[in-house]
């Protein structure tokens, strides 16, 4: 069962708009242990609207529960593999105003992260979302930002980039 994480029925809006990223951690590694990436390794899984700045912590989770693989009562195995492979195989996080994330980009992988602007929601970033990616990226490579705005979302979901958006990428990674 999916829940949007909500500590008690006072909680106002606030409290769950600032722990969604706790959703993220429920569902990614629910569907990792669910197996299902195990069974179908070339399902690809997008996380929205949680970010990504929470995945290192996922990752450290995920390597010490390996280490424990013989605990009683896990169903992971050696023969399913190390689960941060799976992880980052299978996984793919989209960030909106995370700039922590980008700060970890070496963790969570260059090839796992795409931005987001959640228009027309009201906590999007429009109409400020170039220069929030711009001051978000600064510190990457032009190419780690081609990937993270236009370039991990094309290959996930087989978009040919039109040659004005690669055009429009450079300007923004430059």
């Known amino acids: 069962m999916s829940q949007v994480t909500k500590p008690s029925t006072d909680s106002p809006r ?8 706790n ?13 299902i990436p195990i069974r179908f390794p070339g399902l690809q899984i997008v996380f929205s609207e949680g970010g990504a700045s929470w995945v290192p912590t996922v990752l450290e989770r995920l390597r ?3 280490r424990q693989i013989d605990v009683p009562g896990g169903n992971w195995t050696h023969q399913d593999g190390d689960p941060v492979e799976v992880f980052l195989r299978n996984f793919s996080f989209a960030s909106l105003e995370d700039p922590s994330a980008f700060q970890q980009l070496s963790t969570i992988g260059a090839d796992n992260i795409m931005v987001e602007a959640d228009f027309p929601h009201t906590d999007s970033s429009w ?29 996930l979901y087989r978009h040919r980039l039109p040659t004005q958006v690669e055009l429009a990428a450079s300007v923004i990674g430059g």
């Open 14 to 21: 606030d409290v769950t708009l600032a722990l969604f990223p």
């Open 23 to 35: 959703n993220s951690i429920v569902a990614s590694v629910d569907w990792l242990f669910s197996k």
């Open 127 to 155: 109409p400020d979302t170039q220069a929030l990616i711009r001051s978000q990226t600064e510190h990457l490579t032009a190419e780690q930002v081609r990937q993270a705005c236009f370039g991990n979302a094309a290959r």
């Open 64 to 66: 010490r529960t390996y």
